[in-house]
């Protein structure tokens, strides 16, 4: 079956400009993660969906980040005048219910210029 | 604090040659322990979940091992296609508010030469 795709794989932007990142989950899952990983470092938590609520949003590092998801599939992280920090690869993941095993993206690159 | 830490962060192994990976943890109430494969430029691949302290579980080449305080992932006679970095992580029940995240650690880089 399908698994969670994210889009776009690629994606260079100068500072200051604004991004969205898209994430499809596997079907029927209820809940969705974006997490952030950066060369040399672990993945790192940035928040999590129950059907289209967040109740943790806790490792969003700025409020220049935010997210949504809508009709409990499609999620959008969007990040608001981006700096070069946020240069790294956004996952993804999606699992049954929370607390279950998840089921990881490829990934979208982002290089901030 | 919620904490994984991996060991070694970089492994080669010749084929065949066996060895095992570790993942030490602190966590509050462990809920579970994960094990996943990230190839490069690819999502992590979900490999195991480890429960309870004496836990074991094996899928061709590789088994998982659960203690109260740490976790292994044996390699036997591994391939060149075993080649990737493999990721622990960690479910507290007790992580402030967020019980079900994942904590991951920073994952042991193995090579393995033909």
């Known amino acids: 079956g399908a698994g969670v795709s994210q889009s776009p794989s690629n994606k260079v932007t100068e500072k200051g400009k604004d991004v969205e990142l898209r994430c499809d989950p596997i079907?029927?899952?209820?809940?969705l993660y974006w997490y952030r990983q950066s060369l040399g470092q672990g993945l790192e938590f940035l928040i999590y969906f129950q059907g289209n609520s967040a109740p943790d949003k806790s490792g969003l590092p700025s409020d220049r980040f935010s997210a949504e998801r809508t009709g409990g599939s499609v999620s959008t992280l969007t990040i608001q005048r981006t700096q070069q920090e946020d240069s790294a690869v956004y996952l993804c993941?999606?699992?049954?219910?929370?607390?279950?095993?998840?089921?990881f993206g490829p990934g979208t690159r982002l290089t901030v210029t | 604090e919620d904490q994984v830490t991996q060991s070694p962060e970089a492994l080669r192994l010749q084929e065949g040659e066996s060895s095992s990976l570790n993942c030490s943890y602190t966590v509050s109430g462990l809920r579970g322990l994960f094990w996943y494969r990230q190839d490069p430029g690819k999502g992590p691949e979900f490999l195991f979940t480890l429960y309870s302290a004496g836990e074991e579980k094996e899928k061709e080449r590789l088994k998982a091992t659960l203690t109260k305080k740490e976790s292994f992932l044996h390699i036997t006679a591994p391939k060149p296609e075993d080649s990737a970095t493999y990721l622990c992580a960690v479910q507290g029940g007790n992580y402030g508010g967020s019980q079900g995240n994942l904590i991951f650690g920073k994952g042991t880089k193995l090579s393995v030469k033909p």
């Open positions: 993941a999606s699992s049954l219910y929370h607390g279950g095993e998840q089921y």
């Open positions: 079907s029927g899952h209820t809940a």
